[in-house]
């Protein structure tokens, strides 16, 4: 059978709708919050507010533009986790909502199997096995991926997100939330060697970014007795010396994932894959070492709902349904 689906996502602070049919992705719709910004980062309580007023609009024009009545959906599907609580809950129960007004079958997915998943919606897509280095503002994660729903994280982040450094670097800065895409803007007009930020090296195939966070904060506090206006004259060296190093590390673990493993196959996922620092050093690596590299556009690179919709999609066919008492998987940070 080939199922027609409607996926909610709202882990963070996107409300997202999306319909699935014969699995094609018709639509992704998403209600972004931008109340979050004067406060430098997402509030959670205001995040699940904002939800509760979004998730009934975004899904009936996602409903509306697919053209699709509601007797013709097979499934719902809906983010379990990991995520905010607050958000989480409010996808969960319309999904159940729906699930029981409907007599539908449930379809739960992972926030994280779903960025990973985002590269099947369109072509070309990636042979298996590759390897997926998925890098947003609350993971950093490289996972091998042996099938659909087969893939193991085999290394990821022991302190803080890479989007989550390049938005605390940016707030040091001055900049408003989330600032990892100002920091690509100032980049591009830099020089990544200006300066340099010392990191503290992981084992193995995991990352840190704790390490270049202190020392840059330190950098510029050093910086600024001597010239207070030190950040003003020199932000665009500074973005792209602190871009720079952000993608090294970040490559240097896929690098060595991919020797290791004999992987010639990578794709990025995640809002931190719209970086233009980390496409460019990922094309020249694809180069010198024979890599296809896969990146999927930017609306399903950043938290959506199409990527919720192809793992259900997935999920359906294996016939992977949830109960009706299932809870949300929540962590701290996302
Ligand atoms: O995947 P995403 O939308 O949400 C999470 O699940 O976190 O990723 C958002 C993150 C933020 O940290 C944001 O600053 C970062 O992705 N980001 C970027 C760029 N565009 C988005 N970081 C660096 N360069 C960009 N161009
Ligand atoms: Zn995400």
Redesign the pocket.
């Known amino acids: 059978m080939h199922p027609v689906i409607l996926a909610i996502e709202s882990?963070?602070?996107?409300t997202s709708a999306s319909i699935i049919q014969h699995g094609k992705v018709l639509n992704n719709v998403i209600a972004s919050q931008s109340i979050h910004q004067k406060y430098g980062g997402v509030v959670p309580e205001l995040a699940s507010r904002a939800h509760q007023q979004n998730i009934l609009m975004v899904v009936n024009e996602a409903m509306t533009t697919s053209g699709i009545p509601f007797n013709e959906l097979n499934a719902i599907a809906f983010t379990r986790g990991p995520g905010l609580m607050g958000s989480l809950l409010v996808g969960v129960s319309f999904a159940k909502g729906m699930a029981l007004a409907l007599n539908l079958p449930l379809i739960e997915v992972n926030?994280m199997e779903a960025?990973v998943l985002a590269h099947f919606i369109q072509k070309p897509v990636p042979a298996f096995p590759f390897l997926c280095l998925t890098?947003?503002?609350?993971?950093t994660q490289i996972v091998l991926v042996e099938d659909y729903l087969k893939m193991k994280v085999i290394g990821e982040t022991q302190d803080d997100?890479?989007?989550?450094a390049?938005?605390k670097a940016?707030k040091m800065l001055g900049l408003p939330y989330?600032?990892?895409?100002l920091?690509?803007?100032y980049a591009k007009q830099g020089n990544p060697k200006a300066f340099k930020f010392s990191d503290t090296s992981m084992s193995g195939f995991d990352f840190s970014f704790s390490g270049i966070k202190t020392s840059f904060l330190y950098f510029l506090r050093d910086q600024k007795k001597i010239d207070p206006y030190f950040v003003e004259k020199n932000m665009a060296d500074i973005c792209a010396s602190l871009?720079a190093n952000l993608v090294k590390m970040l490559l240097k673990k896929l690098k060595l994932a991919a020797v290791e493993l004999g992987v010639k196959e990578i794709a990025i996922a995640?809002?931190?894959a719209?970086?233009?620092?980390?496409r460019t050093e990922l094309k020249n690596e694809a180069e010198k070492l024979g890599w296809r590299i896969y990146i999927p556009e930017f609306q399903y690179?950043?938290?959506n709902a199409a990527m919720i919709a192809i793992a259900a999609h997935y999920k359906f066919l294996k016939n992977d349904f949830c109960r009706l008492d299932i809870a949300p998987l929540a962590n701290l940070s996302?």
Do not use: R
Request: proline fraction near 5%; include cysteine.
């Open positions: 882990s963070c602070d996107e926030h960025h890098v947003s503002g609350g993971h997100a890479v989007g989550e390049f938005d940016a989330p600032g990892g895409p920091i690509d803007q871009q995640g809002g931190v719209a970086n233009s620092g980390l690179c950043t938290d996302i």
